[in-house]
């Protein structure tokens, strides 16, 4: 059995659900119309599967992840990517932050804010616009009412725009909402 991991990584985990994936040689028309589109268009992963078991809801999650994640204009890939980082640090996500940090890396060529980040959470010495996009994705995380105009004055302080605070708003609280299925749903663990 592989061991769980407890400790934020940039090296993504697998993921071990509770809960038996859809078998694809068995899975209704229902699921695999559902499992057409993906998460990043990427292959299905073992996630994917167990959602699978609703397609319904598969159907409308897939397409407004894409849509929040990865829709050109606005926020930037990687700062989406940092908001998803915040909302996974706060929650424990361990999974998530993971793919996340490891995809902000791919983008920026540079690991160093993704260290920063795990060692020392929202007191991370990084630039200004990183940190303030990392504050806010936190305050949103461990309390949403607590969100004020001034935190959206920090975020404009920094540089970014109104669809830019949408779209990091979008991605952090996307992943409030995603970290509470993989927690529940399955674990992260050692690849064997």
Known sequence: M???????TTRVPHWRPHVTPVDL?????????????????TKISEYVLVLAHDPQALTLR??????I???????????????AVAASFVNRCIYCAAVHASRYNQITKDSSVMQK?????????????????????????L?????????????????LDSQE??????????????????HTLGEPVEKS
């Open 2 to 8: 592989s061991r769980v991991i407890t400790k934020f």
């Open 25 to 41: 040689d068995h899975a209704s028309d229902e699921q695999r119309e559902a499992l057409r589109e993906t998460p990043s268009n």
């Open 62 to 67: 897939t397409p407004l992840f894409n849509g």
């Open 69 to 83: 994640m990865y829709d050109p204009g606005g926020l930037s890939r990687a700062e989406r990517e940092l908001g």
């Open 117 to 141: 980040v795990f060692l020392d959470g929202e007191k991370a010495d990084i630039d200004p616009r990183a940190k303030a996009i990392l504050s806010f994705g936190v305050k949103l995380s």
């Open 143 to 159: 309390c949403p009412p607590e969100i004020t105009a001034e935190d959206v004055d920090a975020l404009r302080a920094v540089g």
């Open 165 to 182: 605070i949408l779209d990091l708003t979008l991605s952090t609280a996307l992943f409030g909402w995603a970290n509470r299925l993989m």
